[in-house]
């Protein structure tokens, strides 16, 4: 019982939901402030219907690629690949998760935060997921459902959405290039052999996927200073925002010299400090702006 559940449990990607959850509470809060006040219930069950429904996605996500994750040596071990849970039964748990999911943020929280988890799980779903096997072009396409979060949070506290939850989208759009290009770098024997046409895969040699690092770690840089400049936040979340775009960006660079796999590694690592650094100095510093 205890496997089984752990299984189950597994399906849900629970450390991928974590990251989902953070950044549907940043855009909470700063939705809250626009909307002058919020409660721990509505942000309870925000992150409730959130994490009910990144989760049944992700398990709809396993039952769709398992025949790839069967081949990649990262993934083979995966609950439905393993034998450990049938694809039938991880289908129905996650249409249930998704069910209950949905539910909570359409009544708990409003139809237009319902709307928006929907939009998420209907793109990751029936876009970005089979186009993985089609095009290179499915990392830009799942960046769209990808940087979600923010806004289910930001909608969930305002009942609304304006040019502060975009831009909290924008940077959560540009953050996931670097880090899906250097995944994508580190497993690119994987991704080849389940026919996964990413980026590192179509175009081997590397330049192209440490071009686009650099690009995407640039364009981010003058997004993350937003907040400060549309009085969302103020001057210590400006030279944090600064300080991390800046090691970020470093870290991208270097992999454009050195298309080693620790380079991407390093970036990959830096994204990972990068999101909750920004959005840890953003909650601290949104009311001092």
């Known amino acids: 019982m205890r496997a089984l559940i752990s299984g189950y449990l597994e399906l849900t990607k629970p450390r991928i939901t974590g990251f989902i959850l953070m950044s549907t509470a940043i855009g909470f809060l700063l939705g809250a402030q626009l909307a002058n006040g919020w409660t721990w219930l509505a942000l309870f069950h925000t992150l409730l219907g959130t994490a009910l429904m990144a989760s049944g996605t992700a398990a709809l996500n396993q039952c769709y690629e398992r025949e790839a994750d069967a081949k990649m040596a990262r993934t083979m ?11 039938s039964r991880a289908a129905w748990f996650g249409v249930f998760l998704s069910a209950v999911g949905f539910t909570e943020l359409w009544i ?6 319902g709307m928006l988890g929907l939009f998420t799980l209907l793109s990751y779903l029936f876009l970005y997921t089979p186009l993985k096997q089609r095009s290179a072009h499915s990392t830009t396409i799942g960046a769209i459902p990808g940087a979600m979060p923010p806004l289910i949070g930001f909608a969930a506290a305002s009942g609304t959405l ?19 290009y250097a995944i994508a770098w580190i497993y690119r024997e994987d991704y080849a052999r389940a026919g996964i046409r990413m980026l590192s895969v179509v175009e081997p040699d590397g330049v192209s996927t440490a071009r686009r690092i650099v690009w995407f770690s640039l364009a981010l840089l003058p997004i993350s200073l937003l907040p400060k400049f549309t009085a969302m936040a103020g001057n210590v979340y400006l030279a944090g925002a600064l300080a991390l775009g800046i090691m970020f960006l470093w870290a991208g660079i270097r992999v454009a010299f050195d298309h080693s796999r620790s380079r991407a590694r390093q970036v990959l690592l830096a994204s990972i400090i990068y999101l909750p650094l920004l959005y840890g100095l953003l909650a601290l510093d949104s009311a001092g702006s």
Request: glycine letters at 2%; aromatic letters at 22%.
């Open 108 to 113: 708990w929280a409003n139809p237009l935060t």
């Open 162 to 180: 304006t040019w502060e939850a975009w831009i909290l989208y924008a940077i959560l759009f540009l953050w996931q290039f670097p880090h899906f």
């Open 77 to 87: 071990a995966r609950p439905i690949p393993s034998g450990r849970i049938a694809a």
